[in-house]
């Protein structure tokens, strides 16, 4: 095809476009990648002298612009029709729009970036752990042997094959020791699952923070200031952190962490239930056969595991009643945060 014929063409097909879907098919043949004009360009090397080379290459640049001003020219006319055409049916453009819905981040989310945030800051780093666990990691590894009652404690969905829904964070404890060197500095923030009734204050599904550091001396007191700087910052400077002997099995001593009441200082309110206090989490020293379990000698290091719940740290900051509507993904709750 010589350029004339193709710049004929083209036009020609242009103008009997009746739809920007066509126009886009002409296009795409004339101006596209494999289209005529490119095919015509791709053959002015063949021609033997350079002043022709030099027409040629004009005159199809040329032809390329016509087409282009002829596209955009019929694209417009096009867009007008459609409206014209939108006009007249029912449909009135000048009725305000719907606006979209716009999103927001779940309090959940907002939380662990912030939980996340301070402890890396105080050098920890983040750990997974499988939410579908060999028993082993959620509690054989962790002084929990099958058949004792300790068990109890945890109330857990098992599979045919043995395996659990772990019921804790805890079971990244063994996992990570295993994987690393002391110092070891880990925190994870995740789902865990337990067999619950539900009902406001339980769900199958719930969230735990836990941090496990393991190092030379470690001690209670580091338990207590981390205890005490971070339940200061969710709770507000007024509170304070209470320690109460508390059992689990794999740590000694264990400890449950009760946090003042913010909203009554400890006189006792409806937010906590006349108690002043709220459980908040559980903690201790990291048992020597855990650390023995793990890889690493209990006589040289020693290690803090501290967990928390979540959800129920946010139902008492932000006076949320039932634990379930975290879980619910009913988009008006995630909005109000
Ligand atoms: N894993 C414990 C629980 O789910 C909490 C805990 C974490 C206790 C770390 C001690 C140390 O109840």
């Given at each position: 095809m010589n350029v004339v014929e193709s710049e004929v063409k083209a036009l020609e097909e242009i103008a009997r476009a009746s739809s920007l879907a066509d126009l886009e098919e002409v296009r795409l043949r004339h101006l596209g990648r494999n289209g005529v004009i490119n095919q015509l360009l791709s053959e002015i090397p063949e021609l033997p002298r350079q002043e022709d080379r030099k027409t040629a290459g004009g005159l199809i640049n040329s032809v390329k612009e016509k087409i282009e001003n002829a596209l955009e020219e019929k694209d417009r006319e096009l867009k007008k029709k459609d409206l014209k055409e939108i006009d007249r049916s029912s449909f009135d453009i000048t009725s305000p729009g719907i606006s979209p819905h716009v999103g927001s981040i779940h309090?959940?989310?907002?939380?662990?970036?912030?939980?996340?945030?301070?402890?890396?800051?105080?050098?920890?780093?983040?750990?997974?752990?499988?939410?579908?666990?060999?028993?082993?990691?959620?509690?054989?590894?962790?002084?929990?042997?099958?058949?004792?009652?300790?068990?109890?404690?945890?109330?857990?969905?098992?599979?045919?094959?043995?395996?659990?829904?772990?019921?804790?964070?805890?079971?990244?404890?063994?996992?990570?020791?295993?994987?690393?060197?002391?110092?070891?500095?880990?925190?994870?923030?995740?789902?865990?699952?337990?067999?619950?009734?539900?009902?406001?204050?339980?769900?199958?599904?719930?969230?735990?923070?836990?941090?496990?550091?393991?190092?030379?001396?470690?001690?209670?007191?580091?338990?207590?200031?981390?205890?005490?700087?971070?339940?200061?910052?969710?709770?507000?400077?007024?509170?304070?952190?209470?320690?109460?002997?508390?059992?689990?099995?794999?740590?000694?001593?264990?400890?449950?962490?009760?946090?003042?009441?913010?909203?009554?200082?400890?006189?006792?309110?409806?937010?906590?239930?006349?108690?002043?206090w709220f459980e908040i989490a559980g903690a201790g020293l990291v048992h020597p056969q855990v650390l023995r379990n793990g890889g690493i000698d209990p006589k040289v290091y020693s290690g803090l595991a501290w967990g928390f719940g979540p959800d129920r740290m946010l139902m008492i900051k932000l006076g949320i009643e039932d634990i379930r509507y975290f879980y619910e993904g009913d988009l008006r709750f995630a909005k109000q945060f």
């Open positions: 309090p959940l989310t907002q939380f662990r970036e912030f939980v996340r945030d301070t402890f890396s800051r105080l050098g920890f780093e983040e750990a997974y752990a499988p939410h579908l666990e060999e028993d082993e990691y959620n509690f054989g590894l962790l002084n929990i042997p099958p058949d004792h009652p300790s068990r109890d404690l945890w109330d857990t969905l098992y599979l045919e094959d043995g395996r659990a829904m772990r019921t804790h964070t805890s079971n990244m404890q063994v996992r990570e020791m295993r994987r690393r060197k002391p110092p070891i500095r880990v925190m994870t923030f995740d789902r865990c699952f337990r067999y619950e009734n539900v009902d406001p204050h339980h769900s199958h599904t719930f969230t735990q923070f836990e941090v496990l550091y393991v190092d030379k001396d470690v001690s209670m007191g580091q338990l207590r200031f981390l205890s005490d700087l971070f339940l200061k910052l969710v709770l507000g400077e007024k509170t304070k952190t209470r320690f109460r002997p508390k059992y689990y099995p794999f740590v000694e001593p264990g400890v449950g962490v009760d946090a003042l009441c913010p909203f009554c200082e400890g006189k006792g309110c409806r937010v906590c239930g006349m108690e002043g």
